[in-house]
């Protein structure tokens, strides 16, 4: 998949071949002063990631399983209803 690189300038003139091109599955990358500050992608590509992303993400049960288990006793901070212990 090709990746084109536009400056700002010409992205910005040329909006709709951007689009266009994004649309046809190519990404657009977008420079300002030589770097790269963004990328048009079409919307179901983006949709795509983001279902990725977030499929990728741990659950709280997942969250809660990683958390260490073992049988090390601690200190526990006697509080009265209302005090925060801060």
Known sequence: MAKR??????????????????????????TRRGKRVGVVLSAEAYERLQRLEQAQAPSLAQCLLELPQDDQTFDRLSLRAGETGL
Not at 6 to 13: G, I, P
């Open 5 to 30: 690189t536009w400056s700002l300038r010409n992205a910005r003139s040329r909006f709709g071949a951007v689009v266009d091109t994004a649309l046809r599955g190519e990404p657009q990358w977008v």
